[in-house]
């Protein structure tokens, strides 16, 4: 899978983290958009990297961490396309890909540990869209997007 990732200087160490357990699970093209060190910068500058590029279908998912997750979270679901999802435990990761088919999963670099979040990746990597009625509901979110841009 093509896999862009981005953070702020709170989700810096936890996007090293999901680096490299990518490269450890193999078979995933990862393009690290930023931030590439704790300095203080501005979360909305790499979510919007991350969401364009999935929103432009330049990759197939996408990895975003801040602080709570919640800063990230809020840029991402501006992208017409994007389905951001703020993911706190397993549960949430598994159900964000069955249910919403979330192309962008979002994780608390404050929030999660590095085991769980390893985990989150995994599941959320792996786990298929339900489709059938979900479908019809994330239409229903596509259309609204449509309707908002004027
Ligand atoms: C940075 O301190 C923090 O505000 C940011 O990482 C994020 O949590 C915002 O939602």
Known sequence: MKIAIGSDHAGFELKEEIKTYLKELGGHEVIDHGTYDTRSVDYPDFGIKVARSVAKKE??????????????????????????????????ARMS??????????????????????????????TEFEGGRHSKRLEKIEKLMEENID
């Open 97 to 126: 890909r069955e249910h919403n088919d979330a192309n962008i999963l979002i994780m608390g670099g404050r929030v999660v540990g590095k085991g769980l979040a390893r985990e989150m990746v995994k599941i959320w990597l792996s």
């Open 59 to 92: 990759v197939d998912r996408g990895i975003l961490i801040c602080g709570t997750g919640i800063g990230m979270s809020i840029v991402a679901g501006r992208f017409k396309g994007v389905r951001a999802a703020l993911c706190q435990d397993l549960y949430t």
